[in-house]
């Protein structure tokens, strides 16, 4: 049996714009922590001539490479002004001339995390890099950190990490890195786990009381271990009864990083969950790092 393949340090996707700034500042702290190397990596998209109809070219032209160099510089200036508390870290670059989602996707496979803005710029604006993000966060090898450049303007160092838990492979993954951020951070975790995926609203046969319990147990169990793991970590344990993206969100005002599973239970909650990681990357100000499952 081969052995896994060791994943490196930190990829950021970058691309000019105000979020792929945020995210090369958010990354330089994580890279700082983690005593990491950091990659900054640029995706030109191949251009389609109009005949013969649909070929490619099959080189980066040399103004499209000379923009890509550019979008690099300025990724590393914003790099090197944001490591003003931790050794420069190694620093690597790289400009590739593919279609941005497979080429990051596939980058991944051999990082530690992906770091990508929520919306940057392309030929059809915000929605082209908004689906880039999306499908990182679908698809990726490895935790992927969304950062927003409209987010909270200074990030409150000492606020807790929080983290969504709902007993799937993807949220035990979860829990393991916020507690690992939490350590690193010197900082509290706030473990949240909605026992109802339907609402408030009252489904005939149901018990109140005996699924209240359930996710009592489901918080004790996936806690018991990662807090022997890590004493140091302060846990607080949230416990609600209504649709799970609502109530993250709402705490996620308080914390200074979210950390969610990429998809949940299984059948239709499966689905919902999965739903909840993209509303939460997509809807909150903090930086959301998004865990899939082993």
Same mark, same amino acid.
Not at 170 to 176: N, R, V
């Given at each position: 049996?081969?052995?896994?393949?060791?994943?490196?340090?930190?990829?950021?996707?970058?691309?000019?714009?105000?979020?792929?700034?945020?995210?090369?500042?958010?990354?330089?702290?994580?890279?700082?922590?983690?005593?990491?190397?950091?990659?900054?990596?640029?995706?030109?998209?191949?251009?389609?001539?109009?005949?013969?109809?649909?070929?490619?070219?099959?080189?980066?032209?040399?103004?499209?490479?000379?923009?890509?160099?550019?979008?690099?510089?300025?990724?590393?200036?914003?790099?090197?002004?944001?490591?003003?508390?931790?050794?420069?870290?190694?620093?690597?670059?790289?400009?590739?001339?593919?279609?941005?989602?497979?080429?990051?996707?596939?980058?991944?496979?051999? =990082?530690?995390?992906? #770091?990508? &803005? /929520?919306? $940057?710029? *392309?030929?059809?604006?915000?929605? %082209? !890099? +908004? @689906?880039?993000?999306?499908?990182?966060?679908?698809?990726?090898?490895?935790?992927?950190?969304?950062?927003?450049?409209?987010?909270?303007?200074?990030?409150?160092?000492?606020?807790?990490?929080?983290?969504?838990?709902?007993?799937?492979?993807?949220?035990?993954?979860?829990?393991?890195?916020?507690?690992?951020?939490?350590?690193?951070?010197?900082?509290?975790?706030?473990?949240?786990?909605?026992?109802?995926?339907?609402?408030?609203?009252?489904?005939?046969?149901?018990?109140?009381?005996?699924?209240?319990?359930?996710?009592?147990?489901?918080?004790?169990?996936?806690?018991?271990?990662?807090?022997?793991?890590?004493?140091?970590?302060?846990?607080?344990?949230?416990?609600?009864?209504?649709?799970?993206?609502?109530?993250?969100?709402?705490?996620?005002?308080? =914390?200074?990083?979210? #950390?969610? &599973? /990429?998809? $949940?239970? *299984?059948?239709?909650?499966?689905? %919902? !969950? +999965? @739903?909840?990681?993209?509303?939460?990357?997509?809807?909150?100000?903090?930086?959301?790092?998004?865990?899939?499952?082993?």
């Amino acid at each position: 049996m081969s052995e896994p393949t060791k994943k490196h340090g930190i990829l950021v996707c970058v691309d000019g714009s105000a979020a792929s700034d945020a995210a090369v500042a958010w990354a330089a702290w994580e890279a700082g922590m983690r005593n990491t190397t950091i990659t900054l990596m640029h995706a030109v998209a191949p251009i389609v001539v109009g005949f013969p109809v649909g070929r490619l070219y099959d080189e980066m032209p040399g103004w499209q490479m000379e923009a890509g160099q550019h979008v690099i510089d300025q990724a590393r200036k914003t790099l090197s002004a944001s490591l003003d508390k931790f050794e420069s870290p190694e620093i690597r670059t790289k400009i590739v001339y593919s279609n941005v989602a497979p080429a990051l996707i596939e980058a991944s496979k051999d =990082a530690r995390m992906i #770091v990508a &803005g /929520s919306q $940057g710029l *392309g030929a059809l604006g915000r929605l %082209l !890099l +908004g @689906s880039v993000t999306t499908s990182l966060v679908h698809h990726a090898h490895c935790p992927v950190a969304v950062i927003h450049s409209d987010g909270d303007a200074a990030v409150d160092a000492t606020a807790p990490v929080l983290v969504g838990i709902d007993g799937s492979p993807a949220s035990e993954s979860a829990t393991a890195l916020a507690f690992d951020e939490a350590s690193r951070r010197g900082v509290g975790l706030v473990a949240l786990h909605a026992w109802s995926d339907v609402g408030v609203f009252p489904m005939l046969g149901m018990d109140w009381r005996d699924s209240e319990a359930k996710g009592e147990e489901i918080l004790a169990e996936r806690l018991a271990g990662w807090q022997e793991q890590y004493p140091d970590v302060h846990v607080r344990r949230v416990l609600c009864c209504d649709l799970p993206s609502r109530w993250l969100l709402e705490e996620s005002e308080h =914390a200074q990083l979210v #950390v969610i &599973g /990429s998809h $949940g239970r *299984g059948g239709f909650a499966g689905m %919902l !969950l +999965g @739903s909840v990681s993209s509303h939460v990357a997509q809807s909150a100000t903090k930086p959301v790092i998004v865990v899939r499952g082993e």
